[in-house]
Every structure is written in structure tokens, then in C-alpha cells.
């Protein structure tokens, strides 16, 4: 049973791009969480999504960052117009059900130059 | 403000020590404090604790809650190098399932 995918594992963009990170669930898990590490600092919760419905966006940030999970494909993490604070590891996570126990994939490590 | 908190911040131990992590938490409609444990990569599974006094094991790692104190602690017996990692705890906040987490202690087991 393949756990949570994520790609790609390490991503370059320059200041102005988009980047579009991409997530996985493990078989079987409909929901699925975002975080985002800063370096030095723990894992913060950005979104999460069932199944194409957000259910809580409360950690995003208001502005150029937006996510989805459609009813076919991986769940996207879009970053548009990328700034230098940008740069960190973000982790996608996937549960079987509410207040189940999350599974962690290997993160998107995003350089912002 | 939700918050959980780590202690030690950094722990040192010698391969065979015995180590006890902590991790203290205000938050609102608690309902589970979850153990991860992070190496390079995705941060791993341990445990989830719901209810207080019941001790969860897994081999050398075990875990407890008190709900009255809220705290948890994690004990690792006979540490070896391999359990060198980052040490993450975490609680379902609110009325979603997103975790809040600590900082994390930091735990290197020498030879």
C-alpha cells in the first residue's frame, strides 16, 4: 500500500513564478491536510480538503496561494507569484476520516531565488 | 491562541540511556494529542492518545496522556542511535481536523 506521494520533492522557482506543488493521498483517504515548515520552526497547518470541497482554509494566506482536490487527480498546492518568504518544505498529509490519525508524505522543499 | 509546547527543546543521550519527552497543550476542544517522529523527511506516526492514563507501546516507545494536567510524555528505553530524530507532538484543535503543532525536541543518541 503506497503511502502519500508528493511532487515534486524539491522545486526552484524564481521570484514571480508559480509554482504548483502536488500531493497524493494513501489509498482509501479522502481527506487531505496541508502544512508548511519554515526553516527552524514546526509544521503549520494551511488547508484542508475532501474530495473538491475545502473544508478549512483558516492557515492560508489570504493572497496567492490557493488549493483544490478534484474529484480525479492529486491535490494541488498553487503558489502564484512566488517572494522569497515563500521558501520552505510543505507536507501533505491524508486520513481515512475526521479526527483520524494523518499520514505525512515526504514534502515539496520550495527555493525561492 | 491554540498552543502546544515541547520540552527539552535539545536532548543529548548516550545509546542505552532511557528519555522522556514532554509536551503541554491549551487548546480548545481537545480531543487527541498525537506523537510524530521526523527525520529527514515525512514526519512518522507514533501514536494518538484520547483518553488520560491509558499508556500506548510500541516496542521500546511508549506514551501516555493526563488530560487533568494536559500533558503527555513520551519515554524511549535503551535508545539507540536510530532514534535520533525530531520529536513531534500535536493535538486535533476545534471543530476541524487540523493539527496544531509543537516546535519539537530535537534528540541525538550518541555511541
Known amino acids: 500500500n503506497a503511502g502519500v506521494m508528493q511532487n515534486p520533492r524539491h522545486l526552484v522557482r524564481r521570484r514571480g513564478q508559480e509554482a504548483r506543488l502536488r500531493c497524493s493521498p494513501m489509498k482509501g483517504h479522502s481527506h487531505v491536510y496541508w502544512y508548511r515548515q519554515l526553516p527552524e520552526e514546526g509544521l503549520k497547518f494551511m488547508v484542508y480538503?475532501?474530495?473538491?470541497?475545502?473544508?478549512?482554509e483558516s492557515g492560508m494566506p489570504k493572497e496567492r496561494f490557493s488549493a483544490e482536490f478534484p474529484k480525479e487527480g492529486p491535490s494541488i498546492l498553487r503558489i502564484q507569484q512566488v517572494v522569497r518568504g515563500d521558501s520552505a518544505a510543505y507536507f501533505c498529509?491524508?486520513?481515512?476520516?475526521?479526527?483520524?490519525?494523518?499520514?505525512f508524505g515526504p514534502g515539496t522543499r520550495l527555493t525561492v531565488t | 491562541e491554540d498552543k502546544v509546547v515541547q520540552s527539552p527543546l535539545s536532548l543529548v543521550v548516550h545509546e542505552g540511556d532511557t528519555v522522556t519527552l514532554n509536551c503541554s497543550y491549551e487548546?480548545?476542544?481537545?480531543?487527541?494529542l498525537l506523537w510524530y517522529k521526523q527525520e529527514k523527511k515525512a514526519p512518522t506516526f507514533l501514536f494518538m492518545l484520547?483518553?488520560?492514563?491509558i499508556e500506548k507501546k510500541s516496542g521500546r516507545l511508549s506514551s501516555i496522556l493526563d488530560k487533568k494536567e494536559l500533558f503527555s510524555i513520551l519515554n524511549i528505553t535503551a535508545t539507540q542511535t536510530g532514534d535520533s530524530a525530531i520529536y513531534l507532538c500535536a493535538t486535533f484543535t476545534g471543530t476541524a481536523s487540523k493539527l496544531t503543532f509543537g516546535t519539537g525536541t530535537r534528540l541525538q543518541v550518541t555511541l
Open positions: 484520547t483518553s488520560s492514563g
Open positions: 487548546v480548545t476542544n481537545f480531543r487527541s
Open positions: 480538503l475532501q474530495k473538491e470541497n475545502i473544508i478549512d
Open positions: 498529509a491524508s486520513s481515512p476520516g475526521h479526527y483520524y490519525e494523518q499520514y
